[in-house]
């Protein structure tokens, strides 16, 4: 099934079911206001939502009205953590390659970066920045919402609590650094942007496979596309790993999110020169190729007016989570 939240006046949104071709939505009161209720008591309250589900996809439901996803806030508005991971290699090894460092190998697995998880952004409202100058930089990726996960749990079960998947955008200001050259924590990322609904693995079919979605991301900035990454072929660690990961020394409590970082594939690199055939879904990815192909970074990061969508789509070409579509303005203290 796929659900959404209503802006309404409150922090946290109406929840609302959508149809699967996004194209009908029903109100869930009767069953929960928030998404959040749903998953504090998912095996009593998701079955109840599923049928609404399936009676908008048969034409039953006499409630249903238009879909607007600009309407939507974030799925889950506010949550109890948001936490990114790094789990895609070769983005890694083409920022490090192009910062001339050496490979580093991460005995407990992928890096993951903790950010503000108190104000989420829905998939159309505008992405504010306070200069040009601070390197605004979008981040397309994956992320899944969780029910409980136990300590030390094996990638097994931690897999077993993914609740819902969303596209994000990660807004990211490059130019507020640290000493050591990483972005500034949460001030360096500074907004993250949902899709306007997450859905069920279930809603994937073959293409959640493995703890992975098996599906190509696209992104475009300025209406030109500059990314159409396979977020599953060069994942290096599934969501059940990366969760497994999470909860290795503490407990994940429902209502978490976890990002897997920005989709990138492999690279080719002939008689020195790097090149990535699928795009980008960062600009500072970007920024990196053209500094390994000619000795520095061309590309500038977000200016004011700049719009940025990302979608995905399954193989029959139909939406599965809605765009993603923000444009970046400045500021209005």
Not at 116 to 139: M, T, Y
Not at 175 to 189: F, P, W
Not at 245 to 251: D, I, K, Q
């Amino acid at each position: 099934m796929k659900l959404a939240s209503y802006k309404d006046g409150s922090r946290d949104g109406q929840l609302v079911v959508v149809s699967r071709d996004l194209s009908q939505a029903h109100y869930a009161s009767h069953v929960a206001n928030r998404l959040q209720q749903v998953l504090d008591d998912w095996n009593f309250l998701s079955p109840q939502l599923q049928d609404i589900f399936d009676a908008m996809n048969a034409g039953r439901a006499r409630h249903a009205f238009a879909f607007d996803p600009a309407q939507c806030m974030a799925p889950l508005p506010r949550a109890y953590q948001w936490v990114t991971a790094a789990a895609y290699p070769s983005h890694a090894e083409l920022l490090r390659k192009a910062a001339g460092q050496p490979d580093q190998q991460h005995a407990c697995g992928p890096e993951m970066l903790q950010l503000a998880s108190d104000a989420l952004l829905g998939a159309q409202d505008a992405l504010p920045c306070a200069a040009e100058a601070l390197g605004l930089d979008f981040c397309a990726g994956v992320a899944v919402i969780t029910g409980d996960i136990p300590q030390a749990c094996a990638p097994e079960r931690a897999l077993d609590g993914v609740r819902l998947l969303m596209l994000y955008n990660q807004a990211t200001l490059r130019g507020l650094v640290s000493a050591d050259g990483a972005v500034a924590g949460v001030q360096g990322n500074c907004a993250t942007a949902f899709s306007p609904v997450a859905i069920t693995p279930d809603e994937l079919g073959d293409a959640w496979a493995k703890g992975r979605v098996n599906l190509s991301l696209q992104t475009q900035w300025n209406g030109r596309k500059v990314g159409q990454c396979d977020a599953g072929s060069d994942m290096g660690s599934h969501f059940g790993q990366l969760l497994a990961l999470l909860a290795r020394t503490r407990p994940v409590r429902v209502g978490s999110i976890l990002g897997a970082g920005p989709v990138s594939n492999t690279g080719l690199e002939k008689r020195g020169q790097w090149s990535w055939p699928k795009g980008f879904h960062s600009i500072l990815e970007k920024r990196a190729m053209e500094s390994l192909q000619d000795g520095k970074a061309a590309t500038e990061y977000l200016r004011y007016g700049d719009t940025v969508q990302i979608e995905m789509k399954n193989a029959a070409g139909q939406s599965l989570f809605g765009a993603i579509e923000q444009e970046v303005i400045p500021f209005d203290s």
